[in-house]
């Protein structure tokens, strides 16, 4: 009797688990042909997962709003991370087959993601669910890797010089014109600087410490960062020269670097520290959130020209969006990635937030005033000095631009010398890119 | 179907049999044999409730920690399959990146310097707590406090911001016309900061402490009184013989703990691991290079490297013990 049940019990756990199993398996498996459209009856819901902060936090909740109007079956779980923190979850989370369905993503990832199956080949959707008609080709071009399209570009940015009006103001000083050489830049830092001592505000950041500038100079001078093959562009001597060349500004004219620990992840500009910085033009919006309500203005221009009359600059995709390869809802997340890329509503509620928008339908629902018509002539103005974009970035390019900063850090406070720091950066390249 | 009865009642107490060989007549056949099936029994159903442990010791502990060591002589990024490339980690790690040899540097630093220090700090409180006043069971628990919330990050987040430039620290400071800035973004200053952190988080050891300090006998402090003893050889003659198994165990615990130290530096410095890499200690380090660059493998093998090294310094802490570490009943 004891015996009988005891078998019963063993039948029950086993027919429990195989249960479980057919559940299981049953969940993951989803091999189902791609429907063309996304049924709108169906009841989804869909996990989505950005970098940013407060700001492009409540943007996207609008945008949302504006989508479960048209789509109201689709629920959409948001999360969001600063951009380091972002990668690291993300990594964790390819390596154990749980990405989220739809992502925000970053141009340097996309090679290493795509190449490694991880995201969702996008071929089947385009034209039909994505609209691709007000999306140029070139801008569709950037999210295709190896013949694959796995992810389509929102916006675009440029490399540009952001400057605080208000701050200039406070100490004095003209605002920088644009243009010019590295060290007409460097003149007028030390000027901003030697007004602002007394305030503590400084002319600028180490623009050394930052990968773009040397990858801009690296460009006028007809060469490149890295080729497709992941060959560099440039060797020690360059690299000792283009941070050595920033020696001067460390000393006395830059913000020191242990103002910057102390704000960070903040940067200099965000804390109303510095009255310039070199960034991405999209990031405008972002800094005016940081500076706070009394800071209403800023200034945008081109960076310092470093060989007359080369394409240094290049239109760069700022953000694209991707969909997870194991996505159980390949149809409604491709009608998500619509909606976000094309949409009017999305563009009103974004701006030029994630940079300028790709798409004439989204560009369209864009109410550019500001900040925003700012970003966009600053774009036009520079198409002089636009060159072709590289190529999708060698796999490991996040991580050398990590390691540039850092390195750039150290070269702050001196704990480097120019040479170490120049081992240390071919060292790490050497391990990046035999990976 | 033969029915045994409930084996339980005719069993030997465990501690009988630990006394040494028993003396007594060897029992009839039967009864034997029948306390042996008791016993086989017994073990069965003792491994049966150790299979829920021993499924996750082996699935969560031992099979990771196995499959990390095969890691660390790979090549890994966490989405291709790891390929093999024998000591090239542990190569690199000594020969080729200088931040690991900062990271190792720093994170002894830490070590030696913060772990004395807390004990010293942990020792101390407690004994001033051990006297018996009013209130003092308050002031324990008070005392306690800061372990129970130090660890976590709302504190270290506090911390930062406390020893920021024009911080409660610096300014305090600069009051008493010591003009040092704000420690956070101070390459110097930052280390002896996280110190601060780690010692402040004296509780656990106190208590322990505290427990030893109850354990001492008081007649010993009354002979040494009657001779002529005075506090400081009371401490060095009594207190410090009779608490050393406590201190060596206190000394243990809180070195292999400092090894550790991950959270307070990752939010101090918002994971870059800065100032200049000064808070880059060696557990963080190797988060990043796992998580952020995806290197595996060579987190796995600095991982191993680590492993060794604590096990290196537990076992020589164990092997000068017996020089200095008396337990009671122990004749020297």
């Not at chain 1, 030029?352 to 369209?364: D, H, I, K």
């Not at chain 2, 628990?141 to 919330?149: H, V």
Request: with cysteine; glycine share 10%; hydrophobic share 45%.
């Amino acid at each position: 009797m004891f015996r009988i049940r005891k078998h019963r019990s063993v039948i029950a756990a086993a027919a429990l688990t195989a249960g479980a199993a057919l559940v299981l398996s049953g969940c993951s498996g989803g091999g189902s042909e791609p429907a063309a459209t996304y049924d709108p009856n169906e009841k989804v819901t869909l996990n989505f997962a950005f970098w940013g902060n407060d700001v492009r936090a409540a943007m996207y909740d609008e945008a949302f709003k504006a989508f479960n109007e048209e789509y109201p079956n689709i629920t959409v779980n948001t999360s969001f991370l600063g951009f380091p923190e972002f990668w690291e979850k993300r990594q964790t989370e390819a390596a154990g087959g749980g990405l989220p369905d739809v992502m925000q993503f970053d141009y340097s990832y996309l090679r290493q993601y795509s190449e490694n199956g991880l995201l969702l080949d996008l071929d089947p959707y385009l034209g039909n669910i994505i609209d691709t008609e007000p999306i140029a080709d070139n801008i569709l071009q950037i999210g295709v890797v190896d013949g694959t399209t796995t992810g389509i570009a929102t916006s675009t940015n440029a490399w540009g010089l952001y400057t605080n009006p208000k701050l200039l103001e406070q100490v004095g000083v003209d605002t920088y014109e644009g243009g010019g050489t590295w060290d007409d830049y460097q003149d007028w830092m030390q000027q901003v600087t030697d007004a602002g001592a007394s305030q503590g505000i400084y002319g600028g950041t180490d623009w050394t410490a930052r990968i773009q500038n040397f990858e801009i100079e690296l460009r006028a001078e007809g060469s490149y960062l890295f080729s497709e093959d992941g060959e560099p562009g440039f060797d020690k001597a360059r690299l000792a020269e283009f941070w050595e060349s920033g020696a001067e500004a460390r000393d006395g004219i830059t913000i020191p670097q242990q103002q910057l620990e102390e704000v960070y992840p903040l940067s200099g500009f965000d804390a109303a520290k510095t009255a310039s910085e070199l960034t991405w033009d999209n990031f405008g919006a972002g800094y005016l959130g940081n500076l706070g309500e009394s800071f209403t203005e800023l200034g945008l221009v081109a960076p310092p020209v470093t060989v007359e009359g080369a394409k240094d600059l290049y239109l760069k995709p700022s953000m694209l969006h991707t969909i997870s390869a194991k996505t159980d809802h390949p149809e409604a997340a491709a009608t998500l990635v619509n909606f976000l890329v094309n949409s009017p509503e999305v563009g009103a509620a974004f701006g030029t937030n994630r940079g300028l928008p790709a798409s004439e339908t989204q560009l369209e629902g864009a109410e550019l005033d500001g900040l925003d018509a700012q970003i966009r002539d600053y774009e036009a103005s520079i198409e002089d000095r636009l060159g072709d974009a590289p190529p999708v970035p060698i796999v490991g390019a996040g991580t050398l631009e990590e390691k540039f900063r850092q390195i750039g850090q150290e070269l702050g406070f001196g704990t480097l010398t120019v040479d170490e720091a120049v081992d240390q950066f071919f060292n790490e390249m050497d391990v990046v890119l035999n990976q | 179907m033969t029915i045994t009865k409930p084996a339980a009642a005719k069993r030997p107490e465990p501690g009988a049999a630990a006394g040494g060989p028993p003396a007594r007549t060897a029992p009839p056949a039967k009864r034997d044999s029948r306390r042996r099936a008791a016993r086989r029994r017994e073990n069965v159903a003792g491994y049966g409730f150790l299979i829920p442990w021993l499924i996750g010791f082996l699935g969560l502990t031992l099979g990771p920690m196995i499959y990390s060591l095969y890691l660390s002589f790979t090549k890994y990024n966490l989405f291709a399959d790891p390929k093999f490339v024998g000591f090239d980690n542990y190569i690199r790690m000594f020969t080729e990146d200088p931040q690991y040899v900062q990271s190792v540097q720093i994170t002894l630093v830490y070590v030696l310097v913060g772990t004395p220090i807390k004990l010293a700090a942990a020792l101390g409180i407690a004994m001033l707590l051990n006297y018996r006043n009013k209130g003092s069971g308050f002031f324990r628990s008070s005392f306690y406090a800061p372990s129970l919330i130090g660890a976590s990050v709302s504190v270290a987040i506090v911390w930062r911001a406390m020893f920021n430039t024009g911080g409660p620290v610096d300014s305090s400071l600069s009051f008493f016309g010591i003009d040092l800035g704000g420690w956070v973004g101070n390459v110097s200053l930052v280390i002896p900061m996280m110190i601060l952190l780690a010692v402040w988080q004296f509780g656990a050891p106190m208590v322990i402490f505290l427990a030893g300090l109850k354990q001492i006998p008081v007649e010993l402090y009354e002979a040494a009184e009657v001779d002529g003893a005075g506090p400081f050889r009371k401490f060095k003659s009594v207190t410090l013989p009779m608490l050393s198994s406590v201190i060596f165990f206190n000394l243990l615990l809180e070195t292999i703990n400092a090894f550790q130290v991950f959270a307070s530096a990752y939010i101090i410095s918002n994971g870059s691991g800065g100032p200049a890499g000064m808070t880059n200690f060696y557990t963080l380090y190797l988060y990043k290079r796992g998580f952020a660059d995806g290197q595996m493998g060579y987190a796995a093998a600095m991982a191993w490297v680590l492993v060794i090294a604590v096990a290196i310094i537990a076992f020589i802490l164990f092997r000068t013990s017996n020089r200095w570490v008396h337990y009671a009943g122990e004749s020297k």
